[in-house]
């Protein structure tokens, strides 16, 4: 015998039938559209963006985002089911559509049946399986958010309504298919082909084929309204993330990672700078709250919400979202609140765990430029003085200026203005100019620069602060000053080459400079090092020790930096006990986002929290490559009572000890 | 109503100081400048003082060479109306009374209901150009204010004393004020009104001091002696108690 099933048995497949169903999915989608295109008319109530650049890149992302699913497995468990759940409703959607295909469209006119012999069998056998599949992720699924409610999972009607939905679909589906097979193929070979289904027939013993056929032509129907139902229901449920989430993946912000938007300031037409009303935004920031899924990963990771301040990356996007669609006249910053505006430190554990592309930290930026450029504020008088001191100095610290190079003077490394001739700039930065405990570092840089023959040259009384603790708490105007200064007198020099060993002075020359017509190559130190050593420029004498090594957000989630340091550690005769949260979900120090400059009034103490992390590891250790970093893990083993148990050093520290 | 701030440009305090050549003053290079931290509070209640009264017109005025108009873009950022440079580039030689006079011989005509300006400057810190000013105009003045309040042409000032007391003082217009720590907390420009200041009126004057000349010298200017500074002591508890008493009885008197 042919394997193969009459589509449309019971049903009919005549006018009574296809009239009403087609009838039915002309309407689902015109509803669909409909909520669509008023949700367009929010989004548009923001500024332009062009995201449709770089197209086939976009694509591409979209496709393995969507498809692939590969930003939402990163996390196992929920990430896992989702995934899986997918896929198996992404075959259950190929598998409807090829029969709609043979049934209304190949067969109907051309007489061409390809669901039958073997492909038919594998055809029913995938399909049962991924209908399998689906109702035990959903259960999962189910079971994860209503019994076993992980902390700060928001659950809405919404959620009910999806997973009830879901759920009748996929029930009615084999419920149907269990009748059909009650009445068609018990007995027969094929039956085996379809085993959840048979299992249900069997089930369904107990009814004759009047009752069975009843049955199933009633629930048919009811099978299709709830398909077609769900198509109606996406725009004005969560079950929109389905489109929006999907966009925003082409959507998505592609790099450089972390740049922010420079303003101009020489457009004298601009009279607002930053937002506090929603107008003042993007649509795409507004777009991102209707691709939230509220999964709470971004929450999970804040180092700001995690000690107890008043921000969730989730919370702050969503009520963007309210303010959008509910009221958008509604000012921002009070919607949201000061102190969850200035808590954020920029770290980017949000933006890199979403799996939505949702972009938070600009949006954080963007009032925080509101703040401080409209309305001369900022999280306390420490930052505004810090902000006054660079002014007039050129570093939050308050040193005087014409003192930046002293601490270089005895290490025969002269600034350029004496001795332009040289290999490589050394970017000094603030903390290793001025700071006691940082200037080591500097020391020690400059030690393995001489042990490898390289021959660096630094700005000295010159150099000013890149800016970037300013621009990230808002100050636009002040770090645009400091960034032209520093462009300039870089280029009068003719470096061809320029190391850092800061990674916000990294990241900031080596991406938001390059609007102001930078084009110097910018090398962090662990990664001019690492080439030192690996081409046997820089020889070390390796010696045992054990640690932990703390990523900083700016070298690793900013720059994917995450091996170099690591292979210097090895190098130097290092084991590494990795902290829980390592690499790309490393949890910040607490110094980033310009909160170097701020006091930690709210909550706990983040570097103390980071600190026990380093602790749990047993390590005697804890090695970093930020100047921001070790000057709060200095702070964070005192408020840990940990100075006898951990030492926080700097990689180029050990390295300078092993020359 | 129309209010005068007289401002001084000075080094930043953490600037590294040298001797000038003429050894009657400190060197200008490799210093950072910045205004008087006690006339950006005179500038900071003047502006308060205009945002409640509405209808008022700040002149922020500064004497000393071309580049005490970069200070004065500040004053104009925070919100005052007008500058008035009167270029002087031998400023830091000048004594209090030809400073004052100075300020005087422009202020003479212009009717200003009040003047406000630092309680001393940070760098020379007489403290006398304010009260100088008063003098030579006749009229009043209230040194070191703390508090400030206006209310229908009556002033209402706090003055700290000696010993942290303090003194209210009722006053009424024209008045020389000249402001102190804790008055307020000068405001952070706005970037619109650093825009907005950049094309505000900046006149030069030439410097005025009338008759008045100097009748001081600067004998000498040297940096103080270096004097022995602190001990920090190392070591364990029991160690450290054992130094201290040490040294209490070999420096000391009090175990004696």
Redesign the interface.
């Given at each position: 015998m042919e394997f193969t099933r009459e589509i449309y048995w019971n049903v009919g497949h005549g006018f009574t039938t296809l009239a009403p169903m087609y009838g039915l999915l002309l309407v689902a989608l015109a509803v669909f559209a409909l909520g669509f295109l008023k949700r367009i008319k929010v989004y548009r109530l923001g500024q332009p963006l062009d995201r449709t650049e770089q197209r086939g890149e976009r694509i591409k992302h979209m496709l393995e985002n969507v498809l692939l699913q590969t930003k939402v497995a990163r996390v196992p468990g929920a990430g896992t089911a989702h995934a899986l759940f997918f896929w198996s409703f992404v075959v259950l959607f190929i598998g409807t559509s090829l029969i709609v295909a043979q049934a209304d469209f190949t067969d109907l006119l051309f007489d061409v049946k390809f669901l039958k012999g073997t492909f038919y069998q594998l055809f029913s056998l995938t399909l049962d399986l991924a209908g399998l599949v689906a109702v035990v992720m959903l259960g999962a699924l189910l079971t994860r958010r209503y019994l076993i409610r992980p902390e700060g999972l928001v659950t809405k009607t919404d959620d009910a309504l999806m997973h009830g939905l879901l759920f009748a679909i996929l029930l009615t589906g084999f419920l149907i298919e269990g009748a059909r097979m009650a009445v068609t193929e018990m007995g027969t070979p094929l039956a085996g082909w379809s085993p959840v289904g048979l299992a249900v027939a069997k089930m369904l013993g107990g009814l004759d084929e009047a009752g069975l056929r009843s049955l199933h032509a009633g629930l048919w129907w009811l099978h299709l309204v709830l398909a077609l139902g769900f198509i109606a229901v996406i725009p004005y449920s969560k079950f929109r993330h389905i489109v929006t989430t999907s966009a925003n993946a082409f959507l998505a912000d592609r790099g450089p990672t972390g740049k922010l938007t420079t303003v101009n300031?020489e457009d004298?037409t601009i009279?607002k700078?930053g937002a506090s009303e929603l107008s003042d935004l993007r649509w795409k920031d507004i777009f991102d709250a209707d691709a939230c899924t509220l999964c709470k990963r971004c929450q999970d990771r804040c180092p700001a919400f995690n000690t107890g301040k008043p921000l969730s990356p989730m919370q702050l996007v969503n009520q963007i979202g309210e303010v959008a669609f509910a009221n958008p006249q509604a000012n921002l910053i009070e919607t949201i609140g000061r102190d969850a505006i200035w808590a954020c430190t920029t770290c980017r554990a949000c933006q890199d765990i979403c799996p939505a592309s949702i972009e938070h930290v600009n949006k954080i930026i963007e009032l925080r430029r509101n703040l401080?450029?409209?309305?001369?504020?900022?999280p306390g008088?420490e930052v505004?003085a810090a902000?006054?001191q660079t002014e007039?100095?050129?570093n939050p610290l308050?040193?005087?200026?014409?003192?930046r190079g002293d601490w270089a003077e005895a290490l025969g490394v002269k600034p350029l203005a004496d001795d332009p001739e040289v290999d490589v700039l050394y970017f000094v930065g603030c903390y290793a100019s001025f700071d006691k405990r940082n200037i080591a570092v500097a020391k020690s840089f400059v030690k393995l620069c001489q042990a490898a023959g390289v021959k660096i040259g630094i700005l000295g009384?010159e150099e000013k602060c890149c800016g970037e603790p300013m621009r990230k708490m808002g100050n636009?105007?002040l770090y645009q000053t400091l960034a032209m200064e520093t462009v300039e007198l870089i280029k009068g020099y003719g470096v061809k080459k320029i190391v850092t060993t800061c990674p916000h002075c990294f990241n900031t020359l080596n991406k938001d400079y390059r609007d102001f017509d930078f084009e110097v190559e910018v090398v962090p130190y662990a990664v001019f090092l690492e080439q030192l050593v690996a081409s046997g420029q820089l020889a070390l004498k390796p010696e045992a020790f054990a640690c932990t090594y703390h990523d900083s957000c700016y070298l690793g989630r900013h720059n994917d930096i995450y091996d170099a340091p690591r292979a210097l550690i090895r190098a130097a005769g290092g084991r590494i006990s990795e902290m829980a949260q390592n690499r790309d979900q490393a949890f910040c120090c607490s110094a980033g986002g310009g909160r170097i400059m701020a006091e930690e009034n709210i909550g706990e103490r983040i570097n103390v929290k980071r600190v026990e992390m380093a602790i749990a590891t047993g390590a005697e250790q804890l090695l970093s490559n930020c100047p921001f970093c070790l000057t709060m893990f200095e702070d964070g083993v005192k408020g840990a009572n940990a100075e006898e148990q951990l030492r926080p050093k700097d990689i180029a520290e050990i390295l300078a000890e092993r020359v | 109503m129309n209010i005068l701030i007289c401002i001084k440009q000075v080094p930043?305090m953490?600037?590294?100081f040298k001797i000038n050549g003429e050894g009657n003053w400190y060197d200008r290079a490799?210093?950072?400048?910045?205004m008087n931290e006690y006339d950006e509070y005179a500038v900071e209640q003047a502006v308060r003082l205009k945002e409640q009264v509405k209808d008022a017109d700040l002149t922020v005025l500064c004497i000393g060479p071309d580049q005490v108009t970069e200070t004065m873009k500040k004053a104009l950022a925070m919100g005052c109306d007008r500058g008035v440079h009167i270029a002087d580039a031998d400023s830091y030689k000048r004594e209090p009374i030809e400073i004052a006079s100075m300020i005087a011989s422009f202020a003479k005509d212009k009717n200003f209901d009040v003047i406000f300006t630092g309680m001393q400057s940070q760098d020379r810190g007489s403290a006398q150009v304010g009260v100088m000013v008063a003098e030579l105009l006749g009229i009043a003045a209230v040194t070191t204010i703390v508090g400030f309040a206006y209310d229908n042409g009556t002033i209402n000032v706090k003055r700290e004393l000696e010993g942290g007391s303090k003194a209210l003082v009722t006053t009424t217009t024209p008045v020389v004020l000249t402001c102190q720590l804790g008055l307020n907390?000068p405001?952070?420009?706005?970037?619109?009104n650093?825009?907005k200041a950049k094309k505000k009126e900046l006149l030069t004057l030439a410097a005025d001091a009338g008759s008045v000349g100097s009748r001081q010298e600067t004998a000498a200017f040297y940096f103080p002696e270096k004097k022995g500074g602190g001990i920090v002591l190392e070591g364990d508890a029991a160690e450290l108690a054992d130094k201290l008493i040490h040294l209490l009885k070999e420096k000391t008197g009090v175990l004696a």
């Open positions: 300031l004298e009279e700078f401080v450029l409209m309305e001369g504020e900022f008088d505004m902000m006054e007039v100095n050129g308050g040193m005087g200026y014409a003192s009384k636009e105007y | 930043d953490e600037s590294k490799d210093l950072a400048w910045r907390t405001r952070y420009p706005t970037l619109p650093i825009m």
